[in-house]
């Protein structure tokens, strides 16, 4: 079992930066795929970006040259770092866990989520 834990959010003007945290619980960290993913109001939830075990990262067009995503094993929390933020980027960010174990099926786990607003 893993409980996510994100914090760093919170309000921003247009052209502005924030970093986001995800902690993580237990000792299997190192052995997920770590995501951001953001939500609105009314729509679907989608992918902000994406680091693999072995810190290979891809991120969603809208988000790419201006979002780094990274993390840190031995404290076991992923980040998101966000510059140049729009009022687009409004949301509901959401940590992700995941894996595939043989004989096991798929494994994913969620954050509760942390309120990015960008307003001026």
């Known amino acids: 079992q893993v409980q996510l834990v994100e914090s760093g959010g919170g309000l921003v003007q247009p052209g502005g930066s924030l970093r986001l945290s995800c902690a993580a619980s237990g000792s299997t960290f190192s052995t997920y795929a770590m995501g951001w993913y953001r939500q609105a109001p009314g729509k679907q939830r989608t992918l902000v970006a994406r680091?693999?075990?072995?810190?290979?990262?891809n991120y969603a067009d809208s988000v790419k040259g201006r979002f780094t995503i990274s993390r840190d094993n031995a404290k076991n929390t992923v980040f998101l770092q966000m510059n140049t933020l729009k009022p687009e980027d409004t949301a509901v960010y959401f940590c992700?866990?995941?894996?595939?174990?043989?004989?096991?099926?798929?494994?994913?786990?969620w954050g509760q989520g942390t309120q990015v607003t960008v307003s001026s």
């Open positions: 680091i693999t075990r072995d810190a290979s990262t």
């Open positions: 992700n866990a995941d894996r595939l174990r043989l004989g096991m099926g798929r494994e994913s786990y």
